[in-house]
């Protein structure tokens, strides 16, 4: 196997050093798994934020020649720290048959390895960079402990003892009061002036605005997330809102601000590698068409028939299959007992792919044993000058062990259950109708969709993920008509699959019966 490189620092406090120190342990990694170095891509003092750095692109471009199997980071925010940069570039080298391997984490091929992926990287995105390498230490251990370091006190709260928040008696309901009226459909405006008409005040004794209200509605210390600077610590001061209030508002949030640009949307064919055809087994690619009224159709094209000829699979409407992939994902997969039990599953694979932590605790017992001999045989009375040696560079190598434990618990840290819930459960109040929440539901649970001409076959990232569903179902479901799914010929009959508002239907699967969000 062939490998390159790719490493990168950032314009803030990083160093030179950084990169030699990534370089090694890559090198390291890939000497142990028997793989070929043939180079290295280094970006310095650039942000992971933008996928415009040099070295980068030019990785991505030299792919196309096929030379490497692999390309070896560091960690995955080497890559990217945004996920959608990261997914689409990610493509492009699955694409050219390079697979991307970040040696801290050691993320497993498995299928929940896949979603595993998907938390690091929009943990690495949202924080924007890890705890060991980014604060003072004084500031570290002010936040490690949740203290606040200034600032001002969100409505809600008071600064306690210790520096740490604690919830304010007084203003606290008024926080749970904005949530659960904006959630229940009020608009900012009318809370904010009957606020105001009440008497009530900011935390800054001033009279309540919407810009006021809009940093109460996005504040996550209200869900008891903790954050300063780069320091994130869920559970790091109390919390006011229960998670399902506040991502809820979220969701109101996002669709508030996506609905004014809705029209612009760039096409974006979000099965792309994910779609295939059920009766050639190639994959379905995006095509796009005008009618002979001039209307713009947009669809997924089996490469069998649209290059090679060989095969009879008409094509599908690109609306129809993405939104019936994220409407049944959403009911498949994003369920209370599911979720907990892809959390079980997420949680062992943590547990069985930290190799470095365990490793570095058996030093540690062996060398602490070493040091209880050696004590052992001076109280017996054998000190000589090669034992106080022994005995020093043990005891040194006791605390290196130790530090190199911390050190490697920060940059992989772990996830408990409930963050492990919470960030699964957020993806529940998405809107359907929403390209960007479309697109997470498909990067982080859709494996691969295999379109037959009566029925899908959705498999999704996890163990026994597969479902299937005839399209009479979803026909029966929607009130639509199947004639609509492949694009237009000679006919100007429209499609409404899925763009006319329906009922809540019940889609019938092999396993069970679920409802339809929609």
């Given at each position: 196997m062939?490998a390159?490189?790719?490493?990168?620092?950032?314009?803030?406090?990083?160093?030179?050093?950084?990169?030699e120190g990534?370089?090694r342990e890559c090198?390291?990694?890939a000497e142990r798994?028997g793989?070929?170095?043939?180079?290295?891509?280094?970006?310095r003092?650039l942000?992971?934020r933008?996928?415009?750095r040099?070295?980068f692109?030019?990785?991505?471009?030299?792919?196309e020649?096929?030379?490497f199997?692999?390309v070896?980071?560091w960690?995955l925010?080497r890559f990217?720290r945004?996920r959608?940069d990261?997914?689409h570039?990610?493509?492009?080298?699955?694409k050219?048959g390079?697979?991307?391997i970040?040696?801290?984490?050691n993320?497993?091929?498995g299928?929940e390895g896949?979603?595993?992926?998907?938390?690091?990287e929009g943990?690495a995105e949202?924080y924007?960079?890890?705890?060991s390498e980014k604060?003072h230490?004084?500031?570290?251990?002010?936040?490690l402990k949740?203290r606040n370091?200034g600032g001002g006190?969100?409505?809600g709260?008071?600064?306690g003892d210790?520096?740490?928040?604690?919830?304010?008696p007084v203003t606290?309901?008024?926080v749970?009061?904005?949530?659960q009226?904006?959630?229940?459909g009020?608009i900012?405006?009318?809370?904010?002036?009957?606020f105001n008409?009440r008497?009530?005040?900011?935390?800054?004794?001033?009279p309540f605005?919407?810009?006021s209200?809009n940093?109460?509605?996005?504040?996550?210390?209200?869900i008891?997330?903790y954050?300063?600077?780069d320091v994130v610590i869920?559970g790091?001061?109390p919390?006011i809102l229960s998670?399902d209030?506040?991502?809820r508002?979220?969701?109101?949030?996002?669709k508030?601000?996506?609905?004014?640009?809705?029209?612009?949307?760039d096409?974006?064919?979000?099965?792309?590698?994910?779609?295939f055809?059920g009766l050639?087994e190639r994959m379905m690619?995006g095509e796009s068409?005008?009618?002979?009224?001039?209307?713009?159709?947009?669809?997924?094209?089996c490469?069998g028939a649209?290059?090679?000829?060989d095969?009879k699979k008409?094509?599908?409407?690109?609306?129809?299959?993405?939104r019936?992939?994220?409407v049944l994902t959403v009911?498949r997969?994003?369920k209370d007992?599911?979720?907990?039990?892809l959390?079980d599953?997420i949680?062992a694979?943590q547990?069985?792919e930290d190799?470095?932590?365990p490793?570095?605790k058996?030093?540690?017992a062996d060398?602490?044993r070493?040091?209880?001999?050696?004590?052992?045989a001076?109280?017996?009375?054998v000190?000589?000058?090669s034992?106080?040696?022994r005995?020093?560079a043990?005891?040194?190598?006791?605390?290196d062990?130790?530090?190199?434990i911390?050190?490697?618990?920060?940059q992989k840290?772990k996830?408990?259950?409930?963050?492990?819930?919470?960030?699964?459960g957020?993806f529940?109040?998405g809107?359907?109708d929403?390209?960007e929440?479309?697109k997470?539901?498909?990067?982080t649970?859709v494996?691969s969709?295999?379109?037959?001409d009566d029925?899908?076959?959705?498999?999704?990232?996890?163990k026994?993920g597969?479902?299937?569903?005839?399209?009479?179902?979803?026909?029966?479901a929607?009130?639509s008509?199947?004639?609509?799914?492949?694009?237009p010929?000679k006919?100007?009959?429209?499609?409404a699959?899925?763009?006319?508002?329906?009922?809540?239907?019940?889609i019938?699967?092999?396993a069970?019966t679920?409802p339809l969000?929609?």
């Amino acid at each position: 196997m062939k490998a390159v490189i790719y490493a990168r620092y950032s314009s803030d406090s990083q160093r030179e050093e950084s990169i030699e120190g990534q370089l090694r342990e890559c090198t390291e990694y890939a000497e142990r798994n028997g793989i070929t170095v043939l180079r290295s891509y280094i970006d310095r003092a650039l942000s992971a934020r933008t996928a415009d750095r040099p070295e980068f692109q030019n990785m991505i471009k030299d792919s196309e020649q096929k030379l490497f199997d692999v390309v070896l980071i560091w960690k995955l925010d080497r890559f990217s720290r945004d996920r959608y940069d990261s997914a689409h570039y990610k493509r492009i080298l699955k694409k050219n048959g390079v697979k991307v391997i970040s040696v801290k984490e050691n993320i497993s091929d498995g299928p929940e390895g896949i979603i595993l992926e998907s938390m690091l990287e929009g943990y690495a995105e949202y924080y924007s960079a890890e705890l060991s390498e980014k604060i003072h230490r004084g500031q570290r251990e002010n936040a490690l402990k949740g203290r606040n370091n200034g600032g001002g006190i969100p409505l809600g709260y008071l600064l306690g003892d210790e520096q740490k928040l604690v919830i304010d008696p007084v203003t606290a309901p008024l926080v749970r009061e904005i949530y659960q009226r904006y959630a229940d459909g009020e608009i900012v405006r009318t809370i904010v002036e009957d606020f105001n008409r009440r008497g009530l005040k900011t935390k800054s004794g001033k009279p309540f605005s919407p810009n006021s209200f809009n940093r109460i509605l996005k504040n996550r210390k209200y869900i008891g997330e903790y954050q300063y600077q780069d320091v994130v610590i869920p559970g790091g001061v109390p919390a006011i809102l229960s998670d399902d209030l506040f991502y809820r508002v979220q969701a109101r949030l996002e669709k508030n601000k996506r609905a004014p640009a809705t029209a612009k949307a760039d096409i974006d064919y979000l099965l792309t590698t994910k779609l295939f055809c059920g009766l050639c087994e190639r994959m379905m690619v995006g095509e796009s068409g005008t009618s002979h009224t001039g209307g713009k159709h947009y669809y997924y094209k089996c490469v069998g028939a649209k290059r090679i000829k060989d095969c009879k699979k008409k094509a599908i409407k690109k609306d129809f299959i993405e939104r019936a992939a994220v409407v049944l994902t959403v009911n498949r997969v994003l369920k209370d007992d599911e979720i907990d039990r892809l959390a079980d599953s997420i949680i062992a694979l943590q547990a069985s792919e930290d190799t470095t932590v365990p490793a570095l605790k058996k030093q540690l017992a062996d060398t602490e044993r070493g040091i209880e001999n050696m004590l052992n045989a001076i109280q017996q009375g054998v000190l000589t000058s090669s034992t106080k040696e022994r005995l020093e560079a043990l005891e040194k190598q006791r605390d290196d062990l130790k530090i190199a434990i911390l050190q490697a618990e920060l940059q992989k840290p772990k996830y408990t259950k409930e963050q492990i819930v919470s960030w699964i459960g957020q993806f529940k109040y998405g809107d359907v109708d929403s390209r960007e929440y479309q697109k997470r539901i498909i990067d982080t649970f859709v494996n691969s969709i295999h379109l037959f001409d009566d029925r899908l076959v959705i498999t999704y990232n996890f163990k026994g993920g597969t479902e299937t569903i005839t399209l009479k179902d979803i026909e029966a479901a929607y009130g639509s008509d199947l004639n609509a799914v492949s694009p237009p010929e000679k006919s100007s009959r429209k499609a409404a699959f899925f763009n006319d508002v329906c009922p809540v239907g019940q889609i019938i699967l092999p396993a069970a019966t679920m409802p339809l969000r929609q």
